[in-house]
């Protein structure tokens, strides 16, 4: 099993704890983003990736109406009762996922439950990374669940529920990808979204390439007002052209060209227009990056990742320092198709299309022109595409 000593400490963590075995494991992983960028809430198209690290999530019943969950990674405990479960304000906020999940696979109502649970989780993937730490502990959380509670909440709506907990309980407006890109994962694939009609297929991506994430050290938070901003300009952004464009049916960035944004930007202010044509043109790239994949040209699809990363940092400005002097590193090694932010942006890392025969090289010239710039190195990971969540 993948991560098979993270379960093995999870399972033993929880029978110390609570002097049985857990009912039931659920394990979810992280993901990547590849290629399309704060697509997900403007209705549009999204490559990611689940990876080969993730959470596991032990849980029993309880016999009365508490909660009680342990947080390995931290070593701390929360309980509450589940008439007095709302969003944790300070100290042990990581609450919030696990919380926030349970609360609204009962659509708000957690006293329904009539019996609290208990449980352990825990896993390897680097916190504040933009490897989506928070999805992997919904996405464990509400499968585990399911099976306790004894809903039937099918895969996308349990990726809503995960999104419901980060809206209201942890305070991140986001989309459905992290989510989403956890539950559809698949071994050696890419997930192509469409989150307009939630769909989710899976291309292969064969052998002959990998991925590196290159964490920065630049801190990454989401919660800080940055991303709902952005998220704000583009929603003011659709309002404009929904009223200017005749062709009618225009909801979201998603309904909008990047010929009609040329037309139209003038009656938008500077900002928002630079906003909205990152995922006017993410929208494209994806749509652009699928034909090149079905063609195997990988390196067509690695340039539309640069691109990528290029209108990150001019349009939407959720680019660093940091994560412009990575992917300019990886556009001078040859063994790199393609580099860009990946996630919300604001820190985090880049992910790299790469060569895998070259991947010690890679990480090695990075590491060096990183530390050259900015004194301490990033963290470089070869990560291959995975299996989505799943019981254990
Ligand atoms: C974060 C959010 C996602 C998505 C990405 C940017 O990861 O949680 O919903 O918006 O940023 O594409």
């Known amino acids: ?159 809503k529920i995960g999104q419901k907990a980060e809206h209201t309980f942890a305070g991140c407006p986001c989309g459905l990808l992290d989510q989403a890109s956890s539950l559809y994962g698949k071994a050696g694939a890419l997930v192509k979204s469409d989150f307009r009609s939630n769909e989710f297929e899976t291309v292969n991506l064969g052998d002959k390439v990998a991925f590196m994430m290159v964490k920065s050290n630049a801190k990454h938070a989401l919660v800080d007002g940055a991303y709902a901003s952005r998220r704000q300009a583009c929603e003011d952004a659709a309002k404009y052209f929904a009223g200017v464009l005749k062709k009618g049916g225009v909801t979201h960035l998603r309904d909008v060209t990047a010929a009609e944004w040329i037309l139209y930007r003038g009656g938008l202010s500077e900002t928002t227009a630079k906003r909205a044509i990152h995922p006017i043109g993410e929208d494209e790239r994806v749509l652009q990056g699928a034909s090149l994949l079905a063609k195997g040209d990988l390196k067509g699809f690695g340039a539309l990742m640069y691109d990528s990363h290029e209108s990150s940092r001019n349009w939407f400005e959720n680019s660093c320092e940091e994560l412009d002097a990575i992917v300019d590193a990886a556009k001078a090694i040859p063994e790199v198709y393609g580099a860009r932010l990946s996630g919300g942006g604001f820190g985090g890392s880049c992910c790299l299309l790469v060569n895998p025969a070259a991947a010690d090289k890679i990480a090695a010239q990075i590491s060096k022109e990183y530390k050259a710039k900015f004194g301490d190195e990033p963290v470089c990971s070869v990560i291959q595409p995975s299996d989505g969540a799943h019981l254990v």
Not at 44 to 68: H, Q
Not at 87 to 95: I, Y
Not at 96 to 119: Q, S
Not at 147 to 156: A, D, L, N, P, V
């Open 1 to 159: 099993m993948l991560n098979q000593e993270v379960y093995d400490k999870v399972v033993a963590t929880f029978e110390a704890k609570f002097g049985a075995k857990p009912a039931k494991v659920a394990y979810a992983p992280g993901r990547i983003e590849v290629l399309g960028n704060h697509t997900d809430y403007n209705e549009g198209f999204v490559f990611s990736a689940a990876i080969d690290k993730g959470t596991f999530f032990a849980a029993s019943p309880a016999d009365d109406d508490k909660i009680t969950l342990v947080a390995l990674d931290m070593d701390e405990t929360y309980e509450v009762e589940l008439s007095a479960v709302a969003p944790v304000k300070s100290g042990m906020t990581w609450a919030n996922y696990p919380l926030g999940t349970f609360n609204w696979l009962f659509e708000g109502r957690p006293t329904e439950a009539n019996l609290g649970f208990k449980a352990v989780f825990g896993g390897n993937i680097p916190l504040g990374a933009g490897l989506s730490s928070s999805a992997a502990l919904e996405m464990a959380t509400v499968l585990a669940l399911q099976k306790i509670y004894g809903t039937s909440f099918g895969r996308t709506e349990l990726a």
